[in-house]
Nanobody, 123 residues
Framework: QVQLVESGGGSVQAGGSLRLSCAAF?????????MGWFRQAPGKEREGVAW???????SYANSVKGRFTIARDNAKNTLYLQMNSLKPEDTAMYYC????????????????WGQGTQVTVSS
């Protein structure tokens, strides 16, 4: 049984920062998984935000490049998303996701999902 649990969401003003965490439980070979962050705003499709491979290669959606940083700590089975210079358009439910092997930008490529943590950015 694989379980992902997000934390760290909250409400901030534009320009502020938040650090999201995703703790993974029940993994066998955690270091072999691609880990990613996705978000979904009300009335919109879920979209990819950032990804990190088992080898610590990272990639980002154009909308967050230069502002967000994804990282993984395999010793702690934990994924992080540091979000700086937040904008109102970043407001969404943020989800942690995982798949075995290579990373992919498609939502349907991921097998495991957390329950989400809400991020709200006010003007």
């Amino acid at each position: 049984q694989v379980q992902l649990v997000e934390s760290g969401g909250g409400s901030v003003q534009a320009g502020g920062s938040l650090r999201l965490s995703c703790a993974a439980f029940g993994y066998f070979g955690y270091g072999s998984y691609c880990m990613g962050w996705f978000r979904q705003a009300p009335g919109k499709e879920r979209e990819g935000v950032a990804w990190v491979t088992a080898g610590d290669d990272t990639s980002y959606a154009n909308s967050v490049k230069g502002r967000f940083t994804i990282a993984r700590d395999n010793a702690k089975n934990t994924l992080y998303l540091q979000m700086n210079s937040l904008k109102p358009e970043d407001t969404a439910m943020y989800y942690c996701a995982a798949r075995w092997g290579l990373c992919a930008p498609r939502v349907d490529a991921y097998n495991y999902w957390g329950q989400g943590t809400q991020v709200t950015v006010s003007s």
